[in-house]
């Protein structure tokens, strides 16, 4: 098998036992993205050399401190350029996916990505958070997107009850988010777990990066 890109081997120091169509998929993210990012910026030019690192491992953290049983949906509220979505999809190819955000052009870059790479698990929705009525989901995922409390207002209507069974956690909101939290937290009413970022991958960028979990 020929050898993994540098940037690739990024990943795969974290995660031993992608399948080789999961690492065929996270390769071609990559090309994919720079090209569907000179058409429609949805990844900041400085930061898409650094697509392994600050965009699919970040989003990985989730994976690598929750597993997610199969059959399960989550939606990615607020989705942007599909992160951590489309990272997650590939994680965990049995679980659904619904990708969400108000803004068209972004869910085309989303699409077209999930299509290319012939990732079945992910839909897209044109729509903002508060309108889905039609749906409930197991675990709500998003990054960076708005304050913990309105996070959790938007994602309380959407969770399913799914108890944790001690394997997968129960139903709740899954979000990445930096800095300085303490007031953010403290003005949502709620309190999450709290993991840092830099403990799960010990990379100079994660400094400041939290993972934070809120069951239902």
Not at 57 to 86: C, N, Q, R, V
Not at 111 to 130: F, S, W
Not at 144 to 163: E, H, I, N, T, Y
Request: net charge neutral; glycine share 8%; proline share 6%.
């Amino acid at each position: 098998m020929e050898k993994a890109p540098a940037k690739l081997e990024l990943i795969e120091n974290y995660f031993g036992d992608f399948t080789p169509r999961q690492l065929e998929q996270f390769r071609a993210l990559e090309g994919l993205y720079t090209d569907w990012n000179s058409k429609i910026n949805v990844i900041s030019r400085k930061d898409i050399d650094q697509l392994y690192s600050n965009h699919v491992l970040h989003s990985l953290a989730i994976a690598a401190a929750f597993t997610f049983p199969p059959g399960s949906k989550i939606i990615d509220i607020g989705t942007g350029g599909g992160f951590p979505g489309i990272p997650l999809a590939i994680f965990f190819p049995e679980v659904e996916f619904l990708l969400a955000d108000s803004i068209n052009k972004k869910l085309k870059v989303v699409a077209g990505v999930a299509d290319e790479i012939g990732l079945k698990n992910v839909v897209t929705r044109h729509t903002r958070v508060e309108d889905i009525k039609d749906r409930k989901f197991d675990y709500v995922v998003s990054r960076a997107v708005a304050p913990l409390g309105d996070l959790w207002r938007w994602s309380k209507p959407l969770l399913a009850k799914r108890p944790s069974d001690g394997e997968h956690p129960a139903s709740g909101l899954i979000c990445l988010k930096g800095g300085d939290l303490a007031a953010e937290i403290s003005a949502s009413g709620v309190r999450p777990k709290i993991m840092e970022v830099f403990d799960l991958f010990p990379e100079e960028n994660f400094r400041e990066k939290y993972l934070l979990y809120v069951h239902k």
